[in-house]
């Protein structure tokens, strides 16, 4: 067994669950205790620290990590000049990209960015926000805000620069977005220096083909069929697949069986189809990983 550690930072916090689910279906179960910052993991060769997504760039373009996972909107934040190992499209609550945007009241005369001009805006992101401004040539006062950043608009601040998944906290706030700064999705991104360590490097880069592999799996289901051979045509017409489906010829047997990889929306209005086209014995099974 190697003797040599990858120091990887996961965020604790609101993305924290939907990491450890990823890691899970990638292969890796991490526990941890109550108010505990460093969990454990079913891999000698990996230590867990657990910290605010918002710290773990600069902790890493520091090299107090090797590696760690958080959005790309902390990396410019920190402006950390890191590797990005890979590009894991996931967030809180979906597998969506989340954004950051620019939001006013929604009665507010507040339409563009250049009407921010002389104006007083609250958000986690300063540097990102200012540097947003500046290349708008437009001059605020840019604040730090601490929390409960929608609630400040419009009697403490006149926008604020936030970070939205669903857009439902911005709704219930009565607030209006004027323009999205940034597409932000969680990064694997790595040290410079660790990442001309060849242990690391093979190591980050075997992480990544896992974590991949399960958010590609997401939302995907397998199916596996028995049909005759008269009937495969007429199977093949409905069956979508994401390269080809794997067809075998059963033992001493004119039937054949089907196997295939589909999003998990399209089986409930394709299984009776695929009935109706004469499959038997359909089988419906979850995807924990897709390696191309």
Do not use: C
Not at 144 to 167: C, M, N, Q, R, W
Not at 252 to 261: P, R, Y
């Amino acid at each position: 067994m190697s003797e040599q550690v990858l120091r990887l930072g996961l965020p604790k916090g609101s993305l924290q669950e939907s990491t450890f689910q990823l890691f899970k279906r990638a292969g890796f179960n991490i526990s941890v205790r109550s108010r505990s910052y460093f969990p454990s993991i079913d891999d000698p060769e990996i230590e867990v620290i657990l910290m605010r997504a918002q710290e773990i760039p600069r902790y890493v373009n520091e090299g107090v990590l090797d590696a760690g996972l958080s959005g790309l909107d902390w990396i410019l934040e920190n402006e950390a000049d890191v590797v990005e190992v890979a590009d894991l499209t996931y967030s809180k609550q979906t597998t969506n990209p989340i954004r950051v945007i620019i939001a006013v009241a929604e009665n507010s005369n507040i339409h563009s960015v250049q009407d921010l001009q002389g104006k007083r805006i609250a958000t986690e992101l300063v540097r990102l926000t200012r540097n947003y401004l500046a290349k708008n040539n437009v001059t605020a006062n840019v604040e730090f805000s601490y929390g409960a950043t929608e609630v400040k608009v419009p009697h403490l601040v006149d926008a604020i620069v936030d970070i939205t998944e669903t857009g439902s906290s911005l709704r219930a706030n009565k607030l209006k977005i004027i323009d999205t700064i940034l597409v932000s999705t969680t990064r694997l991104h790595a040290n410079k220096q660790a990442w001309e360590n060849p242990f690391i490097r093979e190591k980050l880069k075997n992480l990544a083909v896992l974590l991949e592999g399960a958010l590609r799996a997401d939302s995907k289901v397998g199916l596996k069929m028995n049909l005759p051979k008269g009937k495969l045509e007429d199977v093949l017409a409905i069956l979508p697949a994401m390269k080809h489906p794997t067809v075998a010829q059963l033992i001493n047997s004119d039937w054949l069986a089907v196997e295939v990889v589909l999003p998990e929306k399209q089986v409930r209005d394709l299984i009776p189809a695929l009935r109706n086209a004469g499959a038997q014995d359909i089988i419906e099974y979850p995807l924990n990983k897709v390696i191309p």
